[in-house]
């Protein structure tokens, strides 16, 4: 069993920036970002391998958000850049019981708390 639990969240303005972080209790495969905003189902942001040498993102986030991982860490990352406020979410990270990344939250084993992100315009 792992445990995720996200961190870096906040409020900021329209074009700022965040670091959300993700430490794990444990090793783990592929790991994504999701998002749910209020009224809505939970979409897929970016994933990542297990090695980190791939990683997949969503349309809406593509040059703006970086994810990336340090394994020695059990840690990922997701770095927001250009943030604007349709990017308001609760973000989470989840980790899979495989080595392949997926955009699909049903492969996901595990999942964080979130942690929420405000984009004020």
């Known amino acids: 069993q792992v445990q995720l639990v996200e961190s870096g969240g906040g409020l900021v303005q329209a074009g700022g920036s965040l670091r959300l972080s993700c430490a794990a209790s444990?090793?783990?495969?592929?790991m994504g970002w999701f998002r749910q905003a209020s009224g809505t189902e939970r979409e897929f942001v970016a994933h990542i391998t297990t090695n980190g040498g791939s990683t997949y993102y969503a349309d809406f986030v593509k040059g703006r958000f970086t994810i990336s991982r340090v394994n020695a860490k059990n840690t990922m990352y997701l770095q927001m850049n250009s943030l604007k406020p349709e990017d308001t979410a609760v973000y989470y990270c989840?980790?899979?019981?495989?080595?392949?990344?997926?955009?699909?939250?049903?492969?996901?084993?595990?999942w964080g708390q979130g942690t929420q992100v405000t984009v004020s315009s």
């Open positions: 444990g090793r783990t495969y592929a």
């Open positions: 989840a980790a899979r019981n495989d080595l392949a990344a997926s955009a699909l939250p049903s492969d996901y084993a595990y």
